[in-house]
C-alpha cells in the first residue's frame, strides 16, 4: 500500500517494536516526519538510529501515556517543534494474563492506564489541536477483545472494548466538529510479536499474522480519499479463534 506522506508529520505510541515499528517504518517509507514514543528507551534509540540511516525523517520520544502531565508536555513539544501533527497512532498497549481471582489492583491499573486512558489523553490533546488545523488522523489500536473476550483478559478486554467505545464517539464527534478529522479503529487479531509470545511462548507462530500486514490496514486508512473515511477495519488471521 503506498501513501504519499511527504510534508506530513506522525506520532506513533508503543513504536519501539512489534507492531509499533511497524507502524512507524510503514509512515516513514512514505515520506511522513514520524515521532516514535515509547517507554523502552534502548530499543526506541535503537528504532530511531535504524530508520535515520537509512534516510527516513525520524525523532525518538520517551514516553511513558500513563502520565497525563507527560502526555500534555510530549504533545506541546512536538506540535511547537513540528508546527502540525496530521496523523496520530494510539498503538501502546499492555496486559497482564492472569485470572480475576489473582489479579492485584496495581495489576488492573496498568492494564487499564495504559491502554484506555492513555490513548484518551492523546486524543484529548491532538484532536483540539486538529481541530484549530483543519484537519488530521487518529487511528486507534484495538483488538479482538474488544468484540469478543477470553478468560485471563480481564482488564485487557475492558481496556480495548472502553477504547472501541471512546474511538466511536469521536468519530462521530468529528462529523460535527471538524469534517477534516478522520478517525479510525483498526481491530488485530494475533500477531507474531513479543506482546503475544512474551506472554503465550507457546503460542503456534503459524496461526499468528505478521505485523507488517497490520501496518499496511493503517496506511489502507490514511490512503482513503479526502471526503470518505474507514470508520473501523477488521484484520485477523484466517483461522482467528477470537472473531467474530
Same mark, same amino acid.
Given at each position: 500500500?503506498? =501513501?504519499?506522506? @511527504? !510534508? /506530513?508529520?506522525?506520532?506513533?505510541?508503543?513504536?519501539?517494536?512489534?507492531?509499533?515499528?511497524?507502524?512507524?517504518?510503514?509512515?516513514?517509507?512514505?515520506?511522513?516526519?514520524?515521532?516514535?514514543? #515509547?517507554?523502552?528507551?534502548?530499543?526506541?534509540?535503537?528504532?530511531?538510529?535504524?530508520?535515520?540511516?537509512?534516510?527516513?525523517?525520524?525523532?525518538?520520544?520517551?514516553?511513558?501515556? $500513563? #502520565? /497525563?502531565?507527560?502526555?500534555?508536555?510530549? =504533545?506541546?513539544?512536538?506540535?511547537?517543534?513540528?508546527?502540525?501533527?496530521?496523523?496520530?497512532?494510539?498503538?501502546?498497549?499492555? *496486559?497482564?494474563?492472569?485470572?480475576?481471582?489473582?489479579?492485584?489492583?496495581?495489576?488492573? *491499573?496498568?492494564?487499564?492506564?495504559?491502554?484506555?486512558?492513555? %490513548?484518551?489523553?492523546?486524543?484529548?490533546?491532538?484532536? $483540539? /489541536?486538529?481541530?484549530?488545523?483543519?484537519?488530521?488522523?487518529?487511528?486507534?489500536?484495538?483488538?479482538? &477483545?474488544?468484540? /469478543?473476550?477470553?478468560?485471563? &483478559? !480481564?482488564?485487557?478486554?475492558?481496556?480495548?472494548?472502553?477504547?472501541?467505545?471512546?474511538?466511536?464517539?469521536?468519530?462521530?464527534?468529528?462529523? $460535527?466538529?471538524?469534517?477534516?478529522?478522520? =478517525?479510525?479503529?483498526?481491530?488485530?487479531?494475533? +500477531?507474531?510479536?513479543?506482546?503475544?509470545?512474551? $506472554?503465550?511462548?507457546? &503460542? #503456534?507462530?503459524?496461526?499468528? @499474522?505478521? %505485523?507488517?500486514?497490520?501496518? *499496511?490496514? =493503517? +496506511?489502507?486508512?490514511?490512503?482513503?480519499?479526502? !471526503?470518505?473515511?474507514?470508520?473501523?477495519?477488521?484484520?485477523?488471521?484466517?483461522?482467528?479463534?477470537?472473531? %467474530?
Amino acid at each position: 500500500m503506498y =501513501v504519499d506522506l @511527504q !510534508g /506530513r508529520n506522525a506520532l506513533v505510541t508503543g513504536a519501539a517494536r512489534g507492531l509499533g515499528a511497524a507502524i512507524a517504518r510503514r509512515l516513514a517509507e512514505a515520506g511522513a516526519m514520524v515521532w516514535v514514543a #515509547d517507554v523502552r528507551e534502548k530499543e526506541l534509540k535503537e528504532l530511531a538510529r535504524e530508520l535515520a540511516e537509512e534516510g527516513r525523517s525520524v525523532q525518538p520520544l520517551l514516553l511513558d501515556i $500513563r #502520565d /497525563r502531565g507527560q502526555v500534555a508536555a510530549a =504533545v506541546e513539544d512536538v506540535w511547537r517543534a513540528s508546527g502540525s501533527l496530521e496523523i496520530l497512532v494510539n498503538n501502546a498497549a499492555v *496486559d497482564v494474563s492472569k485470572p480475576i481471582e489473582h489479579l492485584s489492583a496495581e495489576e488492573a *491499573d496498568l492494564v487499564i492506564s495504559t491502554n484506555l486512558l492513555g %490513548p484518551i489523553h492523546l486524543c484529548l490533546e491532538n484532536y $483540539r /489541536r486538529m481541530i484549530r488545523q483543519g484537519g488530521g488522523h487518529i487511528i486507534n489500536i484495538l483488538s479482538t &477483545a474488544a468484540n /469478543r473476550t477470553w478468560t485471563e &483478559a !480481564g482488564p485487557y478486554a475492558a481496556s480495548k472494548t472502553g477504547l472501541r467505545a471512546f474511538t466511536h464517539t469521536l468519530f462521530k464527534e468529528a462529523q $460535527r466538529d471538524c469534517l477534516g478529522i478522520g =478517525v479510525t479503529g483498526i481491530i488485530a487479531g494475533g +500477531m507474531e510479536t513479543r506482546f503475544i509470545l512474551e $506472554r503465550f511462548p507457546d &503460542a #503456534d507462530t503459524a496461526k499468528l @499474522q505478521d %505485523p507488517a500486514i497490520v501496518a *499496511d490496514t =493503517v +496506511m489502507y486508512a490514511l490512503s482513503v480519499p479526502a !471526503g470518505s473515511v474507514v470508520g473501523e477495519l477488521v484484520i485477523v488471521p484466517r483461522n482467528e479463534p477470537s472473531w %467474530p
